[in-house]
């Protein structure tokens, strides 16, 4: 009995550290105190967006932004494993169709309008890469209240991608058959799934097609059957159809936390969700077992390895107090600001306090302890519970953690130790 | 230039300006009233929503208590859907003078407040999370009102007897003919054009801003402001108003106000009543304070900071002593003519939102004899609109109406159960809405989300309407995420820390605002 690894998170970083040790032949186990932090993500691999301009080249472009931010998780990782990485996701997530390339950013639009840099893209995002410029009708659905067609075409149409090609956009909205109060997109993602609805989608939009060549539509098409979704709505549309990312809870990203989930059960690994780890024990610099708090009691598990992937101040992983404490929950490990400033500034979009909040690990990723050395030398920290970075801002995220979270497993080692 | 004669020009749109709206419409007098911003966003949309019983003045100012007092029982009559009976509490903590209790309960009862001293058991049944070491408690007339309601529902009464009300009107010049007041010019700040008012009389009812305003007609007003810091609390940590019972100080006041808990507040003079910057150290003041009335209070998720002027009056104003605390709390009505031999001018200063009706009643009673005109004040007994069935607010009515709303009318904010159809209720009033404005007749973004949800919802749904423009909409968002950053900035710890990081997220990753065309 016992675990040879056990992945604190269930985010983008727990999951790849977790799923690269099952492959190695460790036995894993992923506790998360929520449902993990997929479902928050549009699901878009972003890599590097902005150091502030624009980047076009993510994987070219990180050395000369850690110039500039030397302090960034990006610098704990050799370019050649950035890309490792990368592609090695591309392999896994083939079945969602992910695709895109490591030195070329992609533009995709947001669902305010704006051109967004990301790196990689599910298959029914694909299609919306308007680097090149292109013709967009954007398909509204009534009562969906977080998507706004005409304010999004409007903005999209004035968008100027580095290429100088142009953008033209155009909206219409469309009734779902019957219209609830209250559309969702949990409630969505269901009704598309239905055939009837979908075809009388399709026929809708196809009837108000004009010169466009492209259809963007809100991130709702299915979940379980989102390819055929996806593909059957191309076929009654008759032109290529991509998904526009909406606010949580994000159905790619449900998509996506399935897809790994799964990945990992099918390597032997199992994922435990709520379950909040509450403290550890350890032996000397050897951590030993995580504290667990299920079911109203707090039991043991033991483990060889361990990787903290909790995340920082967005998911619980780091917590402040409000006398400016700041504590990483479990291990109490040290936490950096990471750079930001001591003191909030007027304007919202800027980097403020706890903008870069992580804990201060080593070269290898492991928490910094009490002499300099490692806190625990079977520890690793991987994804957004580590110092420096602003990912909402960079465009970031899933590349830190992807990277972060790949590295952290090969450190941690393959099978049992 | 747009140009009208009116009766009474009345100038600043928070609680005494609507007050005195609402009072000379009834009148019969025929009233423009114009503010710089929207209506209730100076002092009065920056209090705590604290309606006095008296006891914070019993001791120290008595005839500001024995106002409250019936001022209090005159509201509750008139504008009960603005109100909730929370009750209130005033209480004895470890901390406090038990010998100041006793001239506190004398000093509320000579001022005419209803008081009641209840065993410290009763209260702390009736309010678990209370502090189980008060040792005294007396139950007051204290209750919660909403000020955007109130001052929407004065307005609302005076527009319905004829008045014209500008927000967004800006006087930039008040038009004097000699010795004599005969109107200001305004600039509407959104289009830039001006509108010419002349009137019969011009009231200044401009609080911590009537100096400036006094000014423009070449009169001086010594009004101070002082900055009072308020947070939010989310979820409501009393049934009752708590307070702390001793000489009134920094963070002695628990007010239960709709979804939320608000505590204040300081007392520090600033030169300019904009000067609505909150200290980290301020929260942290008001919080510590907190958990003397609610121990664990420090736990709590505070949910946003503000602060605003109150409208002090230097004993040069007033009979009263000296000291921040000490000036009066009551009002004056300076009449520019005695005073400073510059008739047609009137200046309401000082005062508070409980006493706002009186306050209103004894300025135009300096109208309308100046108009020479004959009119007995109604507002004792006229009830506003809204509150003709008498039903105080309760917390549960807004869920109440969502349950009984037609099925295809979705709501765009849950914190505060708003639906579209409210917010497309709200627009249809007045052209021109910003979403902070929106936010004052709605609640939209006030709960525990900050507008990380909604208010891309609302932005959405005004294009989509046709009430924004691209660029509006646009900037509507910008304004609305900056404004909300104020408040939230220097309370960044715990949940609500975790939900600015979620916003953060939402409008700055899902969305990418930062890189949105202007």
């Known amino acids: ?417 | 230039m747009n140009t009208w004669d009116t009766d009474v020009l009345v100038i600043g749109g928070g609680s005494t300006g609507a007050g005195v709206a609402w009072d000379s419409a009834l009148r019969g007098l025929h009233v423009t009233l114009v503010d710089r911003q929207d209506f209730a966003t100076g002092t009065s949309g920056r209090f705590h929503g604290l309606l006095h019983s008296g006891g914070r003045y019993a001791v120290r100012d008595p005839g500001s208590a024995r106002e409250c007092a019936s001022e209090n029982r005159i509201l509750r009559q008139v504008a009960a859907d603005c109100i909730e009976d929370t009750g209130g509490l005033f209480v004895s903590t470890p901390e406090d003078d038990l010998e100041y209790a006793d001239r506190f309960l004398a000093a509320a009862q000579a001022a005419g407040m209803e008081i009641e001293e209840v065993p410290v058991g009763v209260a702390v049944r009736d309010e678990p999370r209370l502090n189980p070491k008060i040792r005294r408690a007396f139950r007051v007339q204290d209750g919660s009102i909403d000020s955007w309601k109130m001052i929407s529902a004065l307005l609302r009464g005076a527009q319905d007897h004829g008045a014209t009300v500008l927000p967004y009107h800006k006087v930039v010049q008040v038009i004097r003919r000699g010795d004599r007041v005969e109107g200001a010019v305004m600039e509407d700040q959104r289009s830039g054009e001006e509108v010419l008012v002349h009137a019969g009389c011009v009231v200044n009812a401009a609080g911590a801003w009537s100096g400036q305003v006094a000014g423009l007609a070449g009169c001086e007003v010594g009004v101070r402001p002082g900055k009072g810091v308020m947070v939010a609390i989310n979820h409501r940590l009393a049934r009752a108003v708590l307070n702390r019972c001793h000489l009134p100080s920094d963070g002695d006041i628990i007010v239960p106000v709709r979804t939320v808990s608000v505590i204040g507040t300081t007392d520090h003079p600033v030169a300019d009543p904009d000067d609505t910057e909150c200290s980290p150290a301020e929260v942290h003041q008001m919080i510590e304070a907190g958990e003397l009335l609610v121990p664990g209070f420090k736990e709590s998720r505070a949910l946003r900071v503000w602060s605003g002027s109150r409208p002090l009056l230097p004993k040069t104003e007033t009979s009263a002593g000296a000291g921040d605390r000490e000036v009066s709390r009551s009002h004056t009505v300076l009449d520019h003519g005695a005073r400073d031999g510059v008739e047609g001018l009137v200046t309401i200063a000082g005062g508070k939102f409980t006493t706002l009706r009186l306050m209103a009643e004894d300025t135009v009673d300096v109208v309308v004899r100046k108009l020479g005109r004959e009119a007995e004040c109604r507002t004792r007994t006229e009830v506003l609109p809204g509150s003709e069935s008498h039903h105080f607010y309760w917390i549960g009515n807004r869920q109440q109406e969502a349950e009984t709303d037609p099925p295809d009318d979705p709501l765009i904010c849950e914190c505060e159960l708003v639906s579209q159809h409210d917010l497309d209720t709200v627009v249809a009033r007045r052209p021109n809405w910003r979403l902070d404005d929106i936010r004052r007749a709605l609640r939209v973004g006030m709960g525990p989300c900050q507008g990380g949800f909604c208010a891309f919802r609302v932005a959405g749904m005004l294009h989509q309407g046709g009430r924004y423009g691209r660029a509006e909409a646009n900037s509507a968002l910008r304004e609305f995420v900056q404004e909300r950053w104020k408040g939230v900035k220097v309370i960044s710890w715990g949940a609500q820390a975790r939900q600015t990081r979620l916003d953060r997220w939402i409008f700055e990753g899902v969305y990418d605002l930062e890189h949105l065309p202007e």
């Open chain 1, 1 to 417: 009995m016992g675990t040879d690894a056990v992945v604190l998170g269930a985010g983008t970083a727990g999951m790849v550290a977790a799923l690269r040790l099952a492959a190695a032949g460790a036995s894993v186990l992923v506790l998360a105190e929520g449902e993990g932090g997929l479902p928050l993500a549009p699901a878009q691999i972003d890599v590097l967006g902005y150091r502030p301009q624009l980047v076009l080249d993510p994987l070219g472009e990180i050395p000369g932004f850690l110039d500039s931010r030397p302090d960034h998780p990006y610098r704990l990782v050799e370019a050649a494993e950035v890309e490792a990485g990368l592609d090695w996701f591309l392999e896994l997530a083939a079945p969602l169709g992910y695709t895109g390339n490591p030195h070329q950013n992609r533009l995709q639009p947001t669902a305010v309008g704006a051109l967004r840099p990301t790196c990689l893209v599910p298959e029914t995002m694909a299609a919306g890469d308007l680097s090149g410029g292109g013709s967009v009708l954007v398909v509204g659905l009534k009562g969906f209240r977080d998507f706004h067609a005409p304010l999004l075409a409007e903005n999209l149409a004035l968008a100027r991608p580095p290429s100088g090609a142009e953008v033209r956009a155009r909206s219409v909205e469309v009734s779902l058959l019957g219209d609830p109060r209250d559309l969702r997109p949990q409630l969505l993602v269901r009704r598309l799934e239905e055939r009837p609805v979908l075809a009388e989608l399709g026929r809708e939009i196809r009837s108000r097609l004009e010169q466009e060549d492209l259809v963007g539509v809100p991130a709702v098409l299915g979940l379980e059957r989102s390819h055929e979704v996806w593909q059957r709505l191309q076929e009654l549309v008759g032109r290529p159809v991509f998904e526009i990312p909406t606010p949580p809870p994000s159905q790619p990203g449900q998509r996506l936390q399935q897809h790994l989930f799964r990945a990992l059960r099918r390597l032997g690994g199992e994922v435990r969700l709520g379950a909040r780890a509450s403290g550890y024990r350890a032996s000397g610099d050897r951590l030993v077992a995580v504290k667990v708090v299920t079911a109203a009691r707090e039991v043991e598990i033991p483990a060889d390895r361990f990787v903290l992937a909790t995340g920082g101040i967005g998911t619980g992983g780091i917590t402040a107090g409000p006398e400016g404490e700041l504590r990483e929950e479990v291990f109490g490990a040290r936490v950096s600001r990471g750079g930001a400033p001591e003191e909030p500034l007027a304007e919202y979009m800027a980097t403020q306090p706890l903008d870069r909040l992580g804990v201060e690990v080593d070269d290898e990723q492991r928490p910094v302890g009490g002499a300099g050395g490692a806190l625990f030398e079977n520890l690793w920290v991987a994804g957004a519970a580590l110092a420096g970075a602003e990912p909402w801002r960079e465009k970031s995220g899933e590349g830190i953690s992807l990277a972060t979270g790949y590295r952290a497993a090969r450190l941690a080692g393959g099978g049992r130790a």
